[in-house]
């Protein structure tokens, strides 16, 4: 039986190449070379990305410019801290004990985020009226 001249595997004389290292076994054939990925794929996958993110980035600036971006969350949050804030000062200062405050806090954080609830809703339905 022959074998590999490269690597001295034992193979089959039918066989082209070595099942061990790959090297060509035929004198006729030339060496094939591993493709390399077709071009033209790898540039439209690439055109498709930068597409697809100016897309992303095309939206956001209209979003921005209609002013569809969310200030209802912030405006929760900041009225929360502020609230929190007071309550502890009125609580340091010995107007207000802490049940009190704590109930209290409660209350009115359900209030604001009601509020806002609604306020975010109102907004949906004038962005997107029901026809």
Do not use: N
């Amino acid at each position: 039986m022959p074998y590999c001249q490269k690597c001295g595997t034992e193979i089959r004389e039918e066989m082209v190449f070595c099942p061990q290292c790959g090297a060509p076994l035929k004198a006729e054939q030339p060496p094939v070379a591993a493709a390399p990925a077709p071009a033209p794929q790898v540039a439209e996958k690439a055109e498709k990305r930068e597409k697809r993110e100016k897309e992303e980035k095309q939206e956001k600036t209209e979003k921005h410019e209609k002013r569809e971006f969310g200030v209802i969350g912030p405006l929760i949050g900041g009225l929360i801290l502020v609230l929190i804030g007071l309550l502890s000062y009125l609580q340091v200062s010995g107007l207000l004990r802490t049940e009190v405050a704590s109930a209290l806090a409660f209350i009115i954080i359900g209030i604001i985020i009601v509020v806002g609830s609604i306020y975010a809703a109102l907004m949906a339905s004038r962005r997107h009226p029901r026809t």
